[in-house]
């Protein structure tokens, strides 16, 4: 291969994608062209065309930098190529790539600037290209924050219409047929006589000349994926249980560990005494790791046997040591000189307030574990001139990076192997897993080392959902809510978790007030607050982050207020609502529940709205109070995400989102004794049970211009919209979680 033409195909897709993110900040760097990472490796036959699609002897294969977490991403990012290159969905074969500055995720800029995702002012737009700017430079190679459809919508559809326009300039060098007279179908190049050249065998010529990067997408009158229900790529191994997930995977002479860490995050280990593990059977070594101790054994099971075995000698925790000292902190945050953000202040507060009677709240959100049930686990094997690292993770170039820090190594001779993941709710952002593979596998040079966590002691050493507090105070007047006011405090979740990458937060931590003071309403008078509270325990990214806890406190005092005004639920907020799109989704989700017909006695219907991630939702929750408990009957769902990929999907991924949701709000908390996480595996960390799910009917809107993701949005509004429906059908206003601890659940 020429060297002009791998130039060529390096300068590529960056560069068209930066010039369509219109920034005019740093304009010569942010053009500047990205490697293409697969011209490595790349074989003498094959093409990489862009940084995402290789074809070769073995057909097309597509470089999905997202990871998939169960989001069905593998799938979606697969459907994005084939729709314009011309393939069907199974004959796209997807691999994770190695990591690289050329896979940064150009849509998690939106989450991360400090304006509503309803501003499209160009004071905002020129923000969010900076935010990108900033990306860019970083090599942001994160799934999170429901971007990876935003992020691929544009971005991976353009490759695979690069793919096939090169491709059939290849084909026209190759015959002389000019191109204006070829055409793509299943893999192939149309010959005008009916002839067909496949991609494979046009590859090699593919791979020496310039890409065509003068293309138009396809219009969505020609789609034939994209917005129709697809099979997932893994829907076969995941029904018949045949899918290798990370903690699966194996290498060769490896042997297992597992960890032993202070139960007191961030506390210091004074000493150990393993003299009753060393003799126990198939215990090879016990090494120190920060914080604990490593034991290695000829299996997972005889590791974790030995590790409880040890007595050990633990320092005391950073943080309080029992859950009054938390929530006092929240409380005691709540003054002028720990305001993180005043976003919103509209109308004159203060004067309204003193003008009617003021009805106020405190609210409570806990701690929660991310507990996904695949278990947390990495392989690494370090030798004197490179390291390998097996693992499902959503950060493979903060991986790739601490590894080469702690071995040594340059970055390009550590290997991150991304593995399929068994869940994750934001747990796999973390990689202290990673970290403490290295520091066993390098006492072991050369031998692949397989750290597994028990399920106790992930959940011990679990950065859980930040606990968070919210006093709200607010009036009416003539029957509609006149004055709202609410003040949110909580830890940095942002701070704490770059932290741990030796990243500073640059400014005020938007999670705070996220999915409170960014919600389209018209109230006249309306203030939103966020207090940065003292760092606590160590806290992370949890399913939706700030508005996972947020949605709960704005929706509840809005409903609140409305309930005082003597006002109906549902069109008051309509009435309240001043985003056309948003209001599109309240009208939906009130004519999918039939809102206002008769439930019955003990029943009681609640709604709920929250923006997040520019997504807005609705939803609808229906009870009735029985003898045994609160029973939830049905929960209608309505959001809008400018397009649906897969409607089958996007239902599964609202459902799972709504159950995710009130299963946490039901039942779900972490709490701290004596500087130790009390509960430890799911008998005390209860999700909702498979008698307790309810009918869920969804609805995807498609109103909005940009693309959005859906993972994370119906979260929010779940358990504000049962806490509503709870008041509605007992006149028991439920204002902390869990509201277990209120009533009783069928």
């Not at 390096?10 to 990472?37: C, D, H, K, Q, W």
């Not at 595996?681 to 909005?704: D, K, S, T, W």
Request: glycine fraction near 10%; hydrophobic fraction near 40%; aromatic fraction near 8%.
């Amino acid at each position: 291969m020429g060297r002009a033409a791998t130039i060529a195909r390096r300068t590529f897709l960056i560069g068209s994608i930066a010039v369509a993110g219109g920034v005019a900040f740093g304009t010569y760097m942010y053009r500047r062209p990205g490697e293409n990472p697969l011209m490595t490796d790349l074989s003498a036959d094959g093409a990489a065309i862009t940084p995402y699609v290789r074809i070769d002897a073995e057909g097309v294969t597509l470089i999905t930098p997202r990871t998939d977490l169960g989001q069905g991403a593998y799938s979606m990012q697969a459907a994005l190529i084939a729709e314009e290159l011309d393939i069907e969905l199974d004959q796209v074969k997807v691999d994770p790539g190695r990591p690289s500055p050329a896979y940064y995720n150009t849509a998690l800029s939106e989450e991360g600037a400090p304006f509503r995702s309803t501003d499209d002012s160009f004071m905002a737009e020129s923000v969010r290209g900076v935010m990108d700017v900033l990306m860019k430079f970083l090599g942001m190679q994160v799934t999170g924050g429901s971007t990876s459809v935003p992020d691929g919508y544009n971005k991976l559809r353009m490759a695979g219409a690069v793919a096939r326009e090169t491709l059939k300039a290849a084909a026209s060098q190759q015959t002389g047929v000019p191109v204006s007279q070829l055409k793509t179908g299943n893999g192939t190049v149309l010959m005008p006589d009916g002839t067909t050249l496949t991609y494979m065998a046009l590859a090699p010529v593919a791979a020496k000349i310039k890409p065509v990067t003068n293309v138009e997408l396809r219009d969505p009158s020609e789609w034939r994926l994209i917005g129709k229900p697809m099979q997932r790529h893994d829907i076969v191994a995941k029904s018949t249980g045949t899918l290798p997930y990370g903690v699966d995977f194996r290498v060769d002479g490896m042997v297992y560990a597992t960890v032993k860490l202070n139960p007191r995050q961030g506390g210091a280990m004074n000493g150990y005494d393993a003299s009753a593990a060393k003799t126990m059977r198939g215990v090879k070594q016990i090494v120190p790791v920060s914080g604990g101790v490593g034991v290695v054994a000829d299996n997972t099971w005889r590791a974790f046997q030995a590790a409880d075995a040890m007595t050990f000698d633990w320092g005391e925790a950073p943080y309080p040591a029992e859950m009054d000292g938390h929530w006092e902190a929240l409380s005691n945050s709540f003054n002028d000189d720990q305001i993180e953000a005043r976003n919103r202040d509209d109308g004159d507060v203060e004067a309204a307030l003193a003008e009617g009677e003021v009805i106020a709240a405190e609210y409570r959100a806990p701690y929660l574990a991310h507990a996904p049930l695949e278990p947390i686990s990495a392989i690494v094997r370090v030798t004197d001139d490179r390291a390998d690292v097996w693992t499902g993770t959503q950060i493979p170039r903060f991986v790739q990076s601490n590894v080469a820090r702690m071995t040594g190594l340059d970055a390009e001779d550590v290997h991150i192997h991304v593995l399929y993941v068994g869940g994750s709710f934001g747990h796999r952002l973390e990689d202290e897993v990673v970290k403490q593979a290295v520091e066993i596998a390098r006492q072991m040079k050369g031998t692949p080392v397989k750290l597994v966590y028990s399920r106790e002691e992930d959940m011990i050493h679990d950065f859980p959902r930040q606990i968070a507090m919210a006093r709200g105070q607010g009036t009416v007047k003539d029957g509609k809510v006149e004055a709202y006011d609410l003040g949110i405090a909580m830890p940095s979740v942002i701070a704490s978790q770059m932290g741990r990458q030796n990243l500073s937060l640059p400014g005020p931590d938007t999670q705070i007030i996220a999915g409170a003071w960014d919600q389209p309403f018209a109230i006249p008078h309306y203030r939103m607050t966020g207090y940065r509270a003292p760092a606590l325990a160590p806290i992370s990214s949890w399913r939706s982050v700030g508005a996972s806890s947020n949605g709960f406190f704005h929706d509840c005092f809005l409903d609140e207020l409305i309930v005082a005004a003597g006002a109906d639920p549902l069109e008051e907020r309509i009435r309240l609502m001043w985003h056309d799109n948003s209001r599109k989704v309240l009208e939906a989700v009130g004519e999918m529940s039939n809102w206002g017909s008769d439930l019955g006695p003990k029943s009681g219907r609640g709604v709920a709205f929250c923006m997040s991630f520019g997504v807005s939702t609705a939803e609808v929750v229906e009870v009735t109070d029985t003898d045994d408990g609160i029973r939830i009957d049905k929960v209608y769902v309505a959001a809008e995400v400018g397009r649906v990929i897969d409607p089958v999907n996007f239902d599964n991924l609202v459902k799972g989102g709504v159950i995710w949701g009130l299963g946490h709000a039901m039942n779900c908390e972490i709490t701290y004794s004596d500087g130790v996480a009390e509960q430890t595996n799911f008998h005390a960390f209860e999700g909702m049970r498979l008698y307790q799910c309810p009918q869920i009917e969804v609805r995807g809107l498609e109103n909005g211009e940009k693309i959005r993701g859906i993972g994370e949005p119906p979260v929010p509004p779940a358990a504000p919209a049962l806490a509503n429906a709870i008041y509605a059908a007992t006149g028991k206003r439920i204002r902390e979680m869990p509201f277990n601890k209120h009533v009783d659940f069928v």
